[in-house]
């Protein structure tokens, strides 16, 4: 089992992870993203123009970084860039920020390309998780 119970319940805790991919030329991008446990696998939406998203599409090895404190869970696997899912964008802005600020914060460039991504969680290693 990859994902213990202690390890689901600190991902269902509002943190943010930061995301690592590929560059072209071998160095890692990294940045920081809404993300939400979906059974086994990590969701979250990016720009569908986004490095992320051409890094992704390029080469599917994903690593994402969740911490608080001095606890932390590094999960790595592979990843897909799939349409947008508004549904999923709707989640994550409940999530964030609360049900009260989600429509003034989805009105925001609403005609901004979106995708999501869907990653396969294939390693977890962390400290006090």
Known sequence: MILSDTRREFLAGRHYGVVGTLNADGSIHQTVVWFVLDGDQI????????????????????????EDGPRYLTLSGTAVVEPADPALRRR???RYLGPERVDEWLARRPDAPRASVRMTITRAYGQGI
């Open 92 to 94: 994550l802005a409940e």
């Open 43 to 66: 969701r979250f939406s990016i720009g569908a123009g986004s490095v992320k998203a051409r890094n992704l599409r390029r080469s599917p090895t994903i690593a994402l970084t969740v």
